[in-house]
């Protein structure tokens, strides 16, 4: 009986967390509508849509002096749509949302009829103009890409100005290096000992001191994005040292799953073993043994539009 009620108990708390996911601090949309004369409006309905997103939009409205905050959206694309009576629609779409970023998106909204829709075609926004915070995101595209190990420590390393040391390798070849737990990372000359590891903005591994490290390897496959700051912490922040954030990822409205599979061997290795070299003596060189990595994931919606 006990058995069953640990089991059931950690099979809601899996259901749970995606739910407590979305309550984390991810990413931001703000700005503000304006009329083509330049005058802030109120009271326009703001709606960001995404696939990334289970109850597929969120809303809000802009305040008195036309502005409007849209808050914890999850990585995706999204579309932003501005809607108010007497104006005509307006729309900007493929608008890129990273982890701990700002992206800027104003309106400049004409009269018409409810009925047309202005669609404006513009770049995603690539600063964060409302934060002086340092971070840069590694993507699921660059994670899938990258020959490395796949952990989270490995692939923040990828980032300028991020040193990796601790007994690991300083360039993760095709992910020879394995998996070291002992790695540190450090920036711009900071102490390695400052380094901070975080699941969801939740800090894992040594939660008493600044070094927090899980001493375990995650499957690149858990990871919607490893967000990496440098610099302009936050004061809530418990180090200044390079902080890594996995953003796991999230449910949806359709069943998908996805299987990486890779590996290799001595045999797919060249060597300089020359026959001057065993004439000195020398047998055999340094050569990979046996390197493989074999991961899964599958997700897909409990309750539609929900969970």
């Known amino acids: 009986m006990r058995n069953a009620a640990s089991l059931v108990y950690g099979i809601v708390l899996f259901l749970v967390i995606p739910v407590l996911a979305n309550a984390q601090g991810l990413g931001t949309i703000s700005g503000v509508a304006k009329d083509v004369s330049g005058a802030v409006l109120p009271g326009v309905a703001v709606e960001a849509a995404s696939p990334a997103l289970?109850?597929?939009?969120?809303?809000?409205?802009?305040?008195?002096?036309?502005?409007?905050?849209?808050?914890?959206?999850?990585?995706?694309?999204?579309?932003?749509?501005?809607?108010?009576?007497?104006?005509?629609?307006?729309?900007?779409e493929g608008i890129e949302m990273i982890a701990n970023f700002t992206a800027q998106v104003n309106a400049d909204m004409r009269v018409g009829g409810v009925t047309e829709t202005v669609e404006?075609?513009?770049?995603?926004?690539?600063?964060?103009?409302?934060?002086?915070?340092?971070?840069?995101?590694?993507?699921?595209?660059?994670?899938?890409?990258?020959?490395?190990?796949?952990?989270?420590?490995?692939?923040?390393?990828?980032?300028?100005?991020?040193?990796?040391?601790?007994?690991?390798?300083?360039?993760?070849?095709?992910?020879?290096?394995?998996?070291?737990?002992?790695?540190?990372?450090?920036?711009?000359?900071?102490a390695a000992g400052d380094e901070v590891q975080m699941i969801d903005g939740l800090k894992v591994g040594n939660m008493m001191s600044n070094s927090g490290r899980t001493?375990?390897?995650?499957?690149?496959?858990?990871?919607?994005?490893?967000?990496?700051?440098?610099?302009?912490?936050?004061?809530?922040?418990?180090?200044?040292g390079v902080q890594s954030n996995l953003i796991p990822r999230t449910g949806g409205n359709s069943f998908h799953g996805t299987v990486l599979v890779?590996?290799?061997?001595?045999?797919?290795?060249?060597?300089?073993?020359?026959?001057?070299?065993?004439?000195?003596?020398?047998?055999?060189?340094?050569?990979?043994?046996?390197?493989?990595?074999?991961?899964?994931?599958f997700g897909g919606p409990v309750v539609q539009d929900r969970l």
Do not use: C, W
């Not at 502005?67 to 104006?87: D, I, R």
């Not at 490395?148 to 290096?177: H, K, R």
């Open 54 to 92: 289970i109850e597929k939009a969120r809303t809000a409205v802009t305040n008195e002096s036309g502005q409007y905050t849209l808050v914890s959206l999850p990585p995706g694309t999204y579309t932003v749509a501005f809607t108010l009576p007497g104006f005509s629609i307006t729309k900007r």
């Open 120 to 190: 404006v075609i513009a770049e995603t926004p690539l600063v964060d103009v409302q934060s002086a915070t340092v971070a840069r995101a590694v993507t699921k595209d660059v994670i899938k890409e990258i020959p490395t190990g796949g952990t989270m420590y490995q692939l923040a390393a990828m980032m300028v100005g991020v040193t990796i040391g601790g007994g690991a390798a300083v360039v993760d070849v095709g992910g020879a290096s394995g998996s070291p737990v002992q790695a540190q990372l450090s920036a711009h000359g900071g």
């Open 215 to 240: 001493n375990q390897t995650l499957s690149p496959l858990l990871f919607e994005q490893i967000d990496v700051q440098i610099s302009g912490h936050a004061g809530d922040a418990p180090s200044i």
């Open 262 to 297: 890779n590996g290799s061997s001595g045999r797919f290795q060249s060597n300089n073993l020359t026959s001057r070299l065993k004439a000195f003596g020398l047998t055999d060189t340094t050569r990979l043994k046996n390197v493989y990595d074999v991961n899964g994931g």
